[in-house]
């Protein structure tokens, strides 16, 4: 059974035992025991609607090189146009961040296990679009350890300058 309908279900039994609760005499044990299960039913029904929320994508885009730009932009209109909305896209100008680039390949990164499809979904469309532009090899990066920096969803593309310098 999927998350909507058990809380469906919760929800309807919760509304009938409330019906049934207000025919007991207010007092009673039986009372006071059948409002406290409906107190836990609801409870359990938020949790499961909190737990069952949808995972929203979101993709940044960065690039080293400012003559690159065009591909991060070409990159984001393809993207909007599949539903996965960019967040941004900056070139990174910060020199000691720039061992991202080392080893001169594009990284598609993800942070969480779950993301692992919108990851692979990112880079199917990159392949795509950016094959003219692109002369380096594409992977795909499971990055745990900044996962406190982004949240469930995001994809980062990090593009290597195109041209050499």
């Known amino acids: 059974m999927s998350f909507p309908v058990i809380s469906s ?3 309807v039994v919760s509304v009938l035992l409330t019906l049934l609760s207000r ?3 207010p007092g009673t044990n039986l009372r006071t025991k059948l409002c406290v299960f409906i ?3 609801i409870v359990s029904n938020a949790v499961l609607n909190w737990v069952d929320r949808p995972v929203e994508t979101l993709v940044r885009i960065f690039y080293q090189d400012s003559q690159d ?3 991060g932009d070409l990159l984001k209109t393809a993207l909007d146009g599949y539903n996965c909305p960019v967040g941004e896209v900056r070139q990174i100008t910060d020199v000691a961040k720039w061992s991202v680039f080392m080893d001169n390949e594009w990284q598609i990164r993800f942070f969480y ?5 919108r990851a692979d979904l990112v880079r199917l469309i990159d392949v795509s679009v950016s094959a003219q532009e ?3 090899k594409m992977k795909t990066k499971f990055e745990r350890a900044w996962a ?4 469930e969803g995001t994809i980062e593309i990090w593009i290597p300058a195109l041209r050499r310098r």
């Open 23 to 25: 025919e007991l005499k």
């Open 134 to 136: 692109r002369q380096h």
């Open 69 to 71: 730009k065009h591909v």
């Open 148 to 151: 406190s920096n982004a949240t």
């Open 9 to 11: 279900v919760v929800s």
């Open 113 to 117: 296990k779950g993301d692992i499809g």
């Open 39 to 41: 107190a836990l039913l």
